[in-house]
């Protein structure tokens, strides 16, 4: 077991913020001395079916915490879902129906143990004892907090000053996830640096109630495939944790440069000094690399060698034909911008003509590869030749 030091440093890698350390420094002291494990929250409504590699950033500084020897209590917010999380919103957030919640629960308790130690780990659910919450108690968990002191909140204050709406029930979102907090008896709260607020709620709750104070450690966000944007299903720019190996690996490919280094750091175990310089040398193989190990750690050290073995054949050495490609039938003759999109390859004729036009498709047989022009049809394209649409999708025709 890591010295008291030792332990500190393993849970502040890669967090933004830690609230704080010498409470922190404390606890673990304690711990170690009465031998009880620490209670390390975390807290997910589950908004989508599907966690992604966002989640997973949060999810790993849990596992470190497991790998310290402590227990791991993860929260699945389903009576906060009936309200909606206002964080980082513009307007109010529609509420999910409760078969929504139920089954992505269901999805979310399954899919945290693909990184956390089920051993040491609970799922609990908030609807244990917000549900025995009367209106007289609601009232008074109201009571604790002001008005002012919400609209220091960021996304509160803009909406405010912008004249957007903001309804009463949200208000109460970060308080109701505070008293989680409270309810749990939390040690440690784990947290995106975009919660900051609602996990101070949750200190000053467990203050007022007479309690010891949880400490909070606070990740950073990770941005989705776009290299903007936080990662969001909403937004379209992430990559669930479900995913097929070939998909997740040809999605990391796709990420910017610019992100690789955050991704090294926050996703994989890779030293940091070791994936600096290949960076630095060879971000293609870099690249390649973070696609393996992001592979390995959601599958299996099978499924990241194979993944890499068919994209260095499919994209790198033009080894086409050692290549795994889906089979499509060309059909009838047709301009290839509308078969595009009757294939489901482009959402529009006028992407498939500008994906064409940017000498997007192209049609390989052997060692030939002809780009294909706007004007092609399906007639150009013949059985048992290659067609690759977009830098990740290969098929055969039939």
């Not at 070791?274 to 973070?290: E, G, H």
Request: with cysteine.
């Amino acid at each position: 077991m890591p010295n008291l030091e030792q332990q500190l440093e393993i849970i502040k890698r890669g967090s933004i913020e830690v609230i704080n350390e010498a409470e922190l420094l404390n606890k673990l002291e304690k711990s170690q001395k009465s031998g009880k494990p620490l209670i390390v929250k975390l807290g997910a409504d589950p908004t989508a079916p599907d966690l992604h590699l966002g989640h997973s950033v949060v999810l790993r500084k849990l596992r470190d915490f497991q790998d310290l020897g402590h227990e791991v209590h993860f929260l699945i917010g389903d009576f906060t879902s009936r309200i909606g999380d206002p964080t980082g919103k513009t307007k109010t957030r529609p509420p999910l129906t409760e078969k929504e919640i139920q089954d992505n629960a269901k999805t979310y308790a399954e899919q945290v143990f693909k990184i956390l130690d089920r051993s040491k780990t609970k799922i609990r659910f908030n609807s244990e004892w917000c549900s025995q919450l009367s209106g007289v108690d609601m009232i008074k968990l109201a009571g604790q907090m002001n008005v002012a002191r919400m609209l220091e909140r960021e996304d509160f204050k803009n909406r405010y000053t912008s004249g957007q709406s903001i309804s009463i029930h949200e208000f109460l979102y970060p308080l109701i996830q505070g008293y989680d907090s409270v309810a749990m008896k939390a040690d440690v709260e784990i947290g995106g640096q975009d919660q900051r607020f609602n996990l101070l709620v949750g200190r000053d709750l467990q203050k007022n109630a007479g309690m010891l104070q949880q400490v909070l450690v606070l990740l950073p966000l990770l941005e989705g495939l776009d290299g903007k944007d936080k990662m969001s299903k909403s937004l379209g720019n992430a990559i669930g944790i479900t995913e097929n190996p070939k998909d997740m690996f040809g999605k990391i490919m796709s990420i910017p440069d610019t992100l690789m280094e955050k991704y090294f750091e926050y996703l994989t175990r890779v030293p940091s000094m070791t994936y600096k310089k290949l960076i630095a040398s060879s971000p293609r193989d870099a690249k390649i690399m973070l696609a393996k190990e992001i592979v390995t750690l959601f599958h299996s050290e099978e499924s990241g060698i194979k993944e890499e073995k068919n994209f260095v054949n499919q994209f790198s050495k033009r080894n086409f034909d050692q290549a795994e490609a889906e089979e499509l039938f060309a059909g009838t003759d047709r301009p290839l911008s509308k078969a595009l999109v009757e294939w489901k390859l482009c959402s529009s004729a006028s992407e498939a003509k500008r994906l064409l036009q940017q000498g997007g498709c192209k049609l390989i047989h052997g060692e030939e590869i002809v780009t294909l022009k706007e004007d092609a049809s399906t007639s150009d394209l013949k059985v048992g030749q290659l067609l690759k649409v977009g830098k990740k999708k290969l098929f055969r025709l039939k």
